[in-house]
Protein backbone atom coordinates (compact mmCIF):
# COMPACT_ATOMS: atom_id res chain seq x y z
CA UNK A 1 0.00 0.00 0.00
CA UNK A 2 2.62 2.59 1.22
CA UNK A 3 4.94 1.49 -2.32
CA UNK A 4 1.64 2.21 -4.59
CA UNK A 5 0.80 5.51 -3.02
CA UNK A 6 4.67 6.72 -3.15
CA UNK A 7 4.63 5.63 -7.21
CA UNK A 8 1.34 7.85 -7.25
CA UNK A 9 3.24 11.09 -5.64
CA UNK A 10 3.17 10.54 -1.85
CA UNK A 11 6.12 12.15 -0.14
CA UNK A 12 7.93 10.48 2.27
CA UNK A 13 10.56 12.89 2.94
CA UNK A 14 10.65 14.76 6.25
CA UNK A 15 8.07 11.94 7.25
CA UNK A 16 8.37 10.35 10.03
CA UNK A 17 8.48 6.64 8.85
CA UNK A 18 6.66 5.17 12.24
CA UNK A 19 3.72 7.44 10.81
CA UNK A 20 3.69 6.01 7.56
CA UNK A 21 3.63 2.75 8.44
CA UNK A 22 0.79 2.91 11.36
CA UNK A 23 -1.15 4.38 8.75
CA UNK A 24 -0.79 1.61 6.66
CA UNK A 25 -1.20 -0.83 9.25
CA UNK A 26 -5.00 1.36 10.30
CA UNK A 27 -6.05 1.53 7.04
CA UNK A 28 -5.65 -2.46 6.51
CA UNK A 29 -7.03 -3.10 10.28
CA UNK A 30 -10.15 -1.06 9.04
CA UNK A 31 -10.81 -3.81 5.91
CA UNK A 32 -10.22 -6.29 7.98
CA UNK A 33 -12.41 -8.51 10.50
CA UNK A 34 -10.10 -7.56 13.51
CA UNK A 35 -10.53 -4.07 13.85
CA UNK A 36 -7.81 -2.18 15.99
CA UNK A 37 -8.55 1.36 17.07
CA UNK A 38 -6.71 4.03 16.30
CA UNK A 39 -5.69 4.38 19.88
CA UNK A 40 -4.39 0.63 19.92
CA UNK A 41 -2.26 1.11 16.88
CA UNK A 42 -1.00 4.85 17.82
CA UNK A 43 0.28 3.29 21.10
CA UNK A 44 1.86 0.24 19.47
CA UNK A 45 3.54 2.40 17.28
CA UNK A 46 4.31 5.00 19.40
CA UNK A 47 2.96 7.77 17.31
CA UNK A 48 0.26 10.47 18.24
CA UNK A 49 -3.15 9.58 16.93
CA UNK A 50 -3.33 12.72 15.23
CA UNK A 51 0.08 11.50 13.31
CA UNK A 52 -1.84 8.36 12.60
CA UNK A 53 -5.14 10.43 11.63
CA UNK A 54 -3.25 12.93 9.40
CA UNK A 55 -0.72 10.35 7.83
CA UNK A 56 -3.66 8.06 6.53
CA UNK A 57 -5.66 10.71 5.26
CA UNK A 58 -3.09 11.92 3.49
CA UNK A 59 -2.41 7.60 2.00
CA UNK A 60 -6.01 7.64 1.21
CA UNK A 61 -6.28 11.14 -0.95
CA UNK A 62 -3.49 9.21 -3.20
CA UNK A 63 -4.74 5.49 -3.31
CA UNK A 64 -8.32 6.60 -3.56
CA UNK A 65 -8.59 9.68 -5.63
Given at each position: ML???S???LKRVG???KGLAAAVLY?????????KTQTDI???AKVTEVTLRS?????KL???N
Open positions: RKAEKGKDPIAAKNSPSRALTRAKQIILY
